[in-house]
């Protein structure tokens, strides 16, 4: 009966650590996808930004900027709780 508890203890053991360690590499995989999401609207908005300054619409490139200061402030937060699960799941 001994070694039926320390087998199941085992198990119990191997499912946890089986457990922890998908759900790192998927909040891993997430806060990398996050970041090429965050690079790809980086480039639209300096692309739109670098236009509008070559045909010198300066209400236009203001307002990307606007948009671009609000987008990144946005995946910051985004970013501390992505961080906040991969902290998860290190515990």
């Known amino acids: 009966m001994g070694e039926n508890l320390e087998d199941n203890a085992i198990k119990l ?3 946890r650590l089986d457990y922890t360690w998908k759900y ?3 909040a891993a995989r997430q806060r990398m ?3 090429n999401y965050f690079l790809i ?3 639209i ?3 739109a930004y670098g236009i509008a300054l070559k045909e010198r619409v300066y209400p ?3 307002f990307v900027c606007f948009l671009g200061l609000i987008a990144s402030i946005g995946f ?3 970013d501390i ?3 906040a699960f991969v902290e998860r799941a290190l515990k």
């Open 13 to 15: 053991t191997e499912l």
């Open 24 to 26: 790192f590499e998927s």
């Open 33 to 35: 996808l996050f970041l």
């Open 41 to 43: 609207t980086v480039g």
């Open 45 to 47: 908005f300096a692309s």
């Open 60 to 62: 236009v490139a203001i």
């Open 76 to 78: 910051i937060f985004f």
């Open 81 to 83: 709780r992505m961080l």
